[in-house]
């Protein structure tokens, strides 16, 4: 542990011996406006005292009130930023600290030129706007090369090695058969990368092999919609773009239909139910489920053949009514489905 104090900052400061300076130097014309009344005013409610020890006090007390009404009128002075400019800057580089302002700066004056020597205009300076550009008459000699003076060019692919590019589907789940909006998005360093081809690959569930499926250039936004043909099976997709780019992938489910149809059964008081669901394969089950108390249940199950379809024999009952439908399991190729419910009764 140390015993020496820190020297002072103020120590041998040239900004305070300037300020010192103005602080004592004999007042200004301007500054001994109102010095008459000021003094007859004070005359008016001074007390006379008693004895040589009291107008001694008198005097000690008015010069320290006099100092300190100077330092506060200074210290105010240099807050407002009034004093004259050489003063502002001292008390600036002394006060600075607690928030008092530095004296505006002045353009230095150009010196004049040696005698006998040409006067010659000094060239503008190099514009700063983009394209580096410079202002009329200036030479190419006047001003030096700059980094900002050469044209801007687009990113080569080399630049795209940080991009990311996403894809997303607008429908998760579709019907069958039917045809899907895929979006892509392309940005390099968090920004979009503009006017690059992206290409959509899909691999359809339970392949193992990516196939080409359209391409597309990205906006301004950095964006791409592509819609790909008809999708019968559940289909992944992703996208690759600049520098092998590559998204993740995104997978679209297929809801098939489910057909039920109604014919008389072959014996009396039964109805013959016909299940057909087109793009499902053969060997697909299906489920026959009855609603009761508000659920539905399960009661009968058959695989799909020849066709994509089955069928179901069932009784009609003899009073009330049974309502009934036909539901498509889910496999990998597709998703679950439920036929429209139809209602048996007697006639």
Same mark, same amino acid.
């Not at 439908?325 to 429209?340: D, F, I, K, N, P």
């Not at 419910?341 to 007697?346: F, H, V």
């Given at each position: 542990?140390?015993?020496?104090?820190?020297?002072?900052?103020?120590?041998?400061?040239?900004?305070?011996?300037?300020?010192?300076?103005?602080?004592?130097?004999?007042?200004?014309?301007?500054?001994?406006?109102?010095? &008459?009344? /000021?003094?007859?005013?004070?005359?008016?409610?001074?007390?006379?005292?008693?004895?040589?020890? /009291?107008?001694?006090?008198?005097?000690?007390?008015?010069?320290?009130?006099?100092?300190?009404?100077?330092?506060?009128?200074?210290?105010?002075?240099?807050?407002?930023?009034?004093?004259?400019?050489?003063?502002?800057?001292?008390?600036? %580089?002394?006060?600075?600290?607690?928030?008092?302002?530095?004296?505006?700066?002045?353009?230095?004056?150009?010196?004049?030129?040696?005698?006998?020597?040409?006067?010659?205009?000094?060239?503008?300076?190099?514009?700063?706007?983009?394209?580096?550009?410079?202002?009329?008459?200036?030479?190419?000699?006047?001003?030096?090369?700059?980094?900002?003076?050469?044209?801007?060019?687009?990113?080569?692919?080399?630049?795209?090695? &940080?991009?990311?590019?996403?894809?997303?589907?607008?429908?998760?789940?579709?019907?069958?058969?039917?045809?899907?909006?895929?979006?892509?998005?392309?940005?390099?360093? $968090?920004?979009?990368?503009?006017?690059?081809?992206?290409?959509?690959? %899909?691999?359809?569930?339970?392949?193992?092999?990516?196939?080409?499926?359209?391409?597309?250039?990205?906006?301004?936004?950095?964006?791409?919609?592509?819609?790909?043909?008809?999708? *019968?099976?559940? *289909?992944w997709f992703r996208l690759t773009g600049p520098d092998q780019t590559?998204?993740?992938?995104?997978?679209?489910?297929?809801?098939?239909?489910?057909?039920?149809?109604?014919?008389? $059964?072959?014996?009396?008081?039964?109805?013959?139910?016909?299940?057909?669901?087109?793009?499902?394969?053969?060997?697909?089950?299906?489920?026959?489920?009855?609603? /009761?108390? $508000?659920?539905?249940?399960?009661?009968?199950?058959?695989?799909?053949?020849?066709?994509?379809a089955t069928t179901f024999t069932v009784r009609v009952p003899a009073?009330?009514?049974?309502?009934?439908?036909?539901?498509?399991?889910?496999?990998?190729?597709?998703?679950?489905?439920?036929?429209?419910?139809?209602?048996?009764?007697?006639?």
């Amino acid at each position: 542990m140390t015993t020496e104090l820190p020297e002072d900052p103020f120590a041998a400061s040239p900004a305070l011996d300037l300020l010192s300076s103005a602080l004592t130097a004999a007042p200004a014309d301007d500054e001994l406006v109102g010095e &008459a009344a /000021a003094l007859a005013m004070y005359r008016a409610v001074r007390q006379p005292g008693r004895g040589p020890a /009291a107008r001694e006090h008198r005097r000690t007390r008015t010069l320290v009130a006099a100092a300190a009404l100077a330092l506060a009128g200074c210290m105010a002075a240099a807050y407002a930023a009034v004093l004259p400019a050489q003063v502002q800057h001292a008390a600036y %580089q002394v006060l600075g600290f607690i928030g008092v302002p530095d004296a505006p700066h002045r353009p230095p004056s150009h010196p004049r030129p040696a005698a006998g020597a040409p006067v010659t205009s000094p060239s503008p300076p190099a514009s700063r706007h983009p394209g580096g550009s410079r202002s009329p008459g200036t030479s190419p000699r006047s001003a030096p090369a700059s980094p900002s003076a050469s044209p801007r060019r687009s990113p080569p692919a080399a630049a795209l090695a &940080a991009t990311g590019l996403t894809i997303a589907a607008a429908r998760q789940r579709i019907a069958a058969g039917s045809r899907d909006e895929l979006y892509a998005e392309l940005t390099g360093r $968090g920004r979009p990368v503009a006017g690059q081809v992206v290409q959509l690959l %899909q691999r359809d569930a339970g392949t193992a092999h990516w196939q080409p499926a359209g391409q597309m250039l990205t906006n301004l936004a950095g964006g791409a919609t592509l819609s790909p043909s008809a999708i *019968t099976v559940n *289909t992944w997709f992703r996208l690759t773009g600049p520098d092998q780019t590559r998204s993740s992938p995104v997978l679209v489910i297929v809801v098939p239909q489910v057909s039920l149809g109604l014919t008389a $059964g072959p014996a009396p008081h039964t109805v013959v139910l016909t299940v057909g669901c087109q793009y499902a394969a053969p060997g697909d089950f299906v489920l026959l489920q009855v609603r /009761a108390d $508000g659920f539905w249940e399960s009661v009968r199950s058959h695989r799909l053949g020849p066709g994509s379809a089955t069928t179901f024999t069932v009784r009609v009952p003899a009073t009330g009514r049974r309502v009934l439908r036909a539901v498509l399991l889910a496999t990998v190729s597709h998703g679950r489905s439920a036929s429209e419910p139809i209602i048996l009764r007697r006639s």
